[in-house]
């Protein structure tokens, strides 16, 4: 039986400058990224001038001084991701900017026991550990790759059993791109559009590769 997906996760991640205070569910709302309801609505865990955190019924916003990220939980909201990024980035052109990453997560349910543990097997080979540890099992294994579009940057890739899926795996690719120094946002993240169809179906292939047996 092939592995079947359970839980779907996407999320941007901009590496940066930024004022964590800015990102209130009603700056959100004031500049037509949200609508008021919604903003209204949003679980507020903490804006504060070091961090801010909030949650919607689709979406986590989790901005630090140096790292904005916004993640979608459901997956007919994914498209929604990618013009709500843009649209923050239109509004603050002139924070400066030094990487982002489109990234995927997704737990596989795998077809038996046995699948599951053959993911082990594959990819955290036992034999290596023969003398050193009693009945090893794999924990988590990170990859990392180089780009193949000539972009500067590079493919993270995280396999480890799934802490949501019984007998699951989870697989997390982080499709990372690297951008010169003191670049602006209005430069440096003009092409998640461009990008991100192909990053996701990217990501989706890889994630599937490394599941099916």
Known sequence: MPAETKISVVSVVVLG????????????????????????????????????????EWLVVNAAQDKFSVTC?????????????????????????????????????????????EIGHRYAPKECWKGILESPGMLAVHMQGAREDGRPGKINILIQPSDRV???????????????????????????????????????NMATKLVTL
């Open 17 to 56: 400058a930024f004022a964590p205070p800015t990102f209130h569910p009603s700056w959100f709302a004031r500049n037509n990224l949200l609508a008021s309801a919604e903003a209204d609505a949003a679980v507020i865990e903490i804006v504060h001038t070091d961090v801010a955190i909030f949650k919607t």
């Open 166 to 204: 019984s007998h699951g795996a989870f697989v997390r690719v982080n499709d990372h791109y690297d951008l010169a120094s003191n670049t602006l946002a209005e430069e440096g993240l003009k092409d998640i559009r461009s990008l991100w169809s192909s990053s996701l179906e990217r990501s989706l």
């Open 73 to 117: 939980t459901r997956d007919d909201s994914i498209p929604l991701l990618a013009d709500l990024v843009i649209g923050v980035f239109q509004i603050l052109s002139q924070s400066p900017v030094r990487a982002f990453g489109i990234n995927r997560e997704i737990h596989f349910q795998m077809g038996s026991v046995e699948e599951w543990h």
